[in-house]
């Protein structure tokens, strides 16, 4: 009988370990959160002071813009647009991730913790952290591209008017004079000037109104929002370039456009 107490006592005893270790595990994975990263990319191009003169450009640039997903910021006087990259490298907490075609992904987080996402973008070579919530369900990562160097802000349309203009470009040059009007067939660096609402005209140092409505929905605007590839036009490495040819006019090859001038004359136009 003794016997028999003592083996039920051990039985109990095995009973309370084992419920003890089931509740630790419990405990311990009630601490992993599950939710979903979205990885964005914000481009911005700031624009200057717009003249009262310029609002009707500024009504159809807004107008070129929304097509591939520009919004005017008119607070911040600036456009801007959320494109997502599905050719980025994304880690959470060291562990890398596989985003979906939308930049989206599942990730685990350890629930009552600061998170670190690392993007990197292998075209700039360029690492970009954030920190975010272990607890939460779903977190944004924004990550802001000044789009601007491709043009200055220190020329406008009526200073552009007084210049002289001297063409160069042609079928065999592809380095074109400020305010030079394409022609189909010339050669050139990028396609950014040939939006279907643009004036086909290429503008060298400046953002005006004008110059973004020949960007956007050029070759150049389209490839920008779809590939990194077009990011290292930012550094040292350019993706379009006038030398060597190879490399003239690459943002058009990617869209399966013709890659010398043409103008677009729907908004997606070859």
């Not at 494109?83 to 599942?106: I, P």
């Not at 930012?234 to 003239?248: R, T, V």
Request: glycine fraction near 6%; hydrophobic fraction near 35%.
């Amino acid at each position: 009988m003794k016997k028999f107490g003592k083996t039920i006592s051990m039985l109990c005893a095995a009973c309370i370990m084992v419920s003890g270790v089931t509740l630790t595990a419990f405990a311990e994975s009630s601490s992993i959160n599950e939710q979903t990263i979205d990885v964005k990319f914000r481009q911005v191009i700031d624009m200057p002071d717009v003249a009262a003169e310029d609002a009707e450009l500024l009504a159809l640039a807004m107008e070129a813009g929304a097509t591939t997903g520009w919004v005017y910021n008119e607070a911040e006087q600036r456009f801007e647009r959320l494109v997502t990259y599905d050719d980025v490298e994304v880690s959470v907490s060291g562990t890398d991730v596989d985003l979906d075609t939308n930049g989206r992904a599942r990730v685990l987080t350890q629930a009552n913790d600061t998170v670190e996402v690392e993007v990197y973008d292998p075209m700039l070579d360029k690492t970009y952290t954030q920190l975010i919530s272990g607890d939460s369900t779903e977190s944004a990562i924004i990550i802001d591209l000044d789009i601007s160097p491709m043009f200055s802000i220190d020329v406008d349309n009526e200073e552009l008017e007084k210049m002289d203009i001297q063409t160069r470009a042609s079928t065999t040059d592809p380095y074109w004079s400020n305010g030079e009007k394409g022609v189909y067939g010339y050669r050139l660096h990028c396609n950014r000037f040939n939006g279907y609402m643009g004036n086909g005209t290429y503008y060298s140092s400046h953002t005006s109104v004008q110059s973004l409505l020949n960007f956007f929905a050029s070759d150049c605007d389209w490839a920008l929002g779809s590939y990194t590839y077009c990011l290292a036009d930012y550094g040292d490495n350019p993706y379009c370039a006038a030398s060597p040819s190879s490399k003239q006019a690459s943002c058009s090859t990617l869209m399966g456009h013709y890659n010398r001038f043409h103008m677009h004359t729907t908004y997606t136009g070859k």
